[in-house]
């Protein structure tokens, strides 16, 4: 019989008794890698969640979180695409052409080379199909924003085209029940990686109309005043200082007691949508969850939830909207809010969607994951960013970047892992920096000092552990403390070919 290495291990093992602890061995190894959901949604401001001091009620979030791991201080890229091909690659968006998502390999890649299952729901917003990056099965729509009661002729089953149903289809449901298809049809010997990308609350803001009627009458004392008893809770969670103050109304922001009573319930209607929209968001990570708990997986998973970017300010609603006036359950309707709702969602910081300042790309996220979490039920205050996404997973994951199958020559990975912070653990300095940057909105932040310009005005410089809403521009008292910033993000723009202006 020829010579064995593998018997001959297994022989040795059983002669000394060892196969019980060889075999522990072994499964322990296997059970130290989770699986992984990763949860995206749109458009979400900093404070909407309840668990982040929202009146929206958000039973399933806040749950996670008081069980999990809260962040104060997390961070996108402002925007919907760059944040998809930042969070994908592990490399900022501008190095792989943004949606072409060049010189680069994704989560699903890496993981699926380590042999995790690798899945996706919702909103893909980038080129080609999930499926040409590592992902097993797709449900969901290829496009950037849907009509959530019809689709919009993009929706797609893996490759096949995806007919919506003409009655009972609600986009953010569909994406759920996938994702449950997908866990319960899994290979159960394999870890899996679920990325679930809803596109609520971005607009249309539709919603079915028992879930709009439930926050009616809500928001009838206005942006301002919800901005008040936001941040009053958001202190008694300690998420931000009992010193924390709301940043300024800006001049487009007007004040609510100027308005009729009819642009009062215009308004009060179309936040009660976007608050149903979240509150269905909600609902369904409460579904989510009541699978893993039905298929033994709920211990083992690690879930992460947050948010592409901060609220949005963009007023697009349609004229036929207005003229019906279309309610938002009604499929025809396309309602959206402008800057001073959207102002009130990023309680307290300033700015929104596409800027750098903390509005923008401050996001709310929540890590849960009862066997691997060292303090559950805590937040923490060390910074990360979505470029920090790829080396946690591969950490976690016992990955190999690039993968040894890798169709293209990826660039090298940009963020650090997150795993010390699970652990409980102070992480490294590198993890206090990033770079940011969307159309002619920029910022670096290295440590607290953080570098921000807009509409390519000059650069701005904010203490962010004195400061967190940017109030107080150091730029020119503190010119020093601004130049090894300055420096720092003029070698990246080189590194990443980008123009600050």
């Known amino acids: 019989m020829p010579f064995c290495p593998r018997v001959s291990l297994f022989l040795l093992l059983l002669v000394s008794g060892a196969i019980p602890g060889f075999l522990s061995s072994v499964m322990a190894q296997q059970a130290a890698r989770p699986n992984i959901i990763l949860v995206l949604v749109d458009d979400m401001g900093w404070s909407d969640p309840g668990c982040y001091g929202g009146e929206i ?28 091909a930042t969070l994908l690659s ?72 995806f007919e919506v149903p003409e009655q009972g289809f609600y986009t953010t449901d569909a994406n759920t029940d996938y994702a449950i298809q997908f866990i319960r049809e899994r290979d159960r010997e394999r870890p899996f990686f679920l990325y679930v990308a809803h596109n609520a609350p971005h607009y249309p803001l539709q919603a079915p109309k028992e879930d709009v009627m439930k926050y009616r009458g809500t928001y009838k004392e206005g942006w ?27 001049e487009d922001v007007s004040d609510w007691h ?24 909600d609902t369904n990570m409460g579904r989510l969850v009541q699978c893993l708990q039905d298929e033994n997986e709920y211990e083992r998973t690690l879930i992460l939830f947050l948010s592409d970017n901060g609220a949005c300010p963009f007023q697009r609603t349609t004229p036929q909207t207005l003229e019906g006036p279309l ?40 890590a849960h994951w009862p066997q691997g979490l060292a303090n559950p039920g805590t937040i ?43 652990r409980g653990e102070e992480r490294a300095d590198v993890g206090a920096r990033f770079f940011t940057f969307y159309g002619t909105h920029n910022a670096v932040r290295v440590g607290d000092l953080k570098l921000v310009n807009r509409d390519k005005g000059p650069w701005e410089l904010y203490d962010l552990a004195r400061d967190p809403i940017e109030a107080n521009n150091l730029i020119e008292r503190q010119s020093q403390r601004a130049k090894p910033l300055i420096e720092q993000w003029e070698a990246w723009a080189r590194t990443v070919k980008i123009k600050r202006k």
């Not at 958000?58 to 944040?83: H, I, M, V, W």
Request: glycine share 8%; hydrophobic share 35%.
């Open 57 to 84: 009620e958000t039973p399933n979030l806040d749950r996670l979180a008081a069980e999990g791991l809260r962040f104060s201080q997390f961070y996108n890229c402002a925007k919907c695409e760059t944040t998809r």
């Open 90 to 161: 592990g490399r900022y968006h501008a190095e792989v052409g943004v949606a072409k998502l060049q010189r680069c390999a994704t989560l699903a890649e890496v993981l699926a080379g380590a042999g995790y299952q690798t899945w996706m729901t919702g909103k893909w917003h980038l080129s080609g199909n999930p499926l040409d990056r590592g992902f097993g099965r797709y449900f969901g729509h290829l496009s950037g924003a849907t009509n959530f009661f019809t689709g919009d002729g993009t929706f797609r089953v893996n490759r096949e085209v």
């Open 327 to 366: 309610m938002p359950w009604d499929p025809e309707s396309y309602w959206t809010y402008d800057q001073r709702w959207a102002h009130a969602c990023n309680t307290p910081f300033r700015a929104y969607k596409r800027n750098q300042h903390e509005g923008g790309i401050r996001t709310p996220m929540i």
């Open 380 to 422: 923490t205050h060390q910074p990360g960013h979505i470029v920090d996404m790829m080396a946690t997973f591969i950490e976690l994951g016992a990955a190999r970047y690039p993968p040894v199958d890798a169709p293209r020559e990826p660039g090298p990975l940009r963020g650090s892992s997150l795993v010390p912070i699970f």
């Open 258 to 281: 100027e308005l009729s009573e009819k642009e009062h319930d215009q308004h009060d209607l179309v936040m009660a949508t976007y608050a149903a929209m979240i509150d269905r968001v």
């Open 224 to 250: 301002d005043q919800l901005r008040v008893e936001r941040l009053e809770r958001i202190r008694g969670m300690g998420l931000l200082p009992e010193t924390a103050e709301l940043s300024t109304r800006p």
